[in-house]
């Protein structure tokens, strides 16, 4: 893995649509975006675990689609 990548001292956000009870929390980092472009989103529950890595562009899609209701559970 290329160091570039290495987000051992990134700062997470928990997103605002995380249950505030300890449950469905999901975190992002902006440590990647510039110059790479992208954002690492993990569980917050399992901060040693897996990152998943997506272009910046999509997640803001994303990101657009929960606040207008378009993914429902």
Do not use: Q
């Not at 990548?5 to 990647?32: H, I, M, P, Q």
């Amino acid at each position: 893995m290329s160091t570039d990548l290495d987000l051992a001292n990134a700062e997470w956000t928990k997103s605002s649509y995380s249950d505030a009870s300890g449950g469905d929390c999901v975190e992002f980092t902006r440590a990647l975006t510039e110059p790479h472009g992208l954002i690492p989103i993990r569980d917050s529950k399992n901060p040693d675990g897996p990152a998943l890595i997506v272009r910046a562009a999509h997640w803001s899609a994303f990101v657009a689609a929960v606040k207008n209701g378009e993914l429902r559970m």
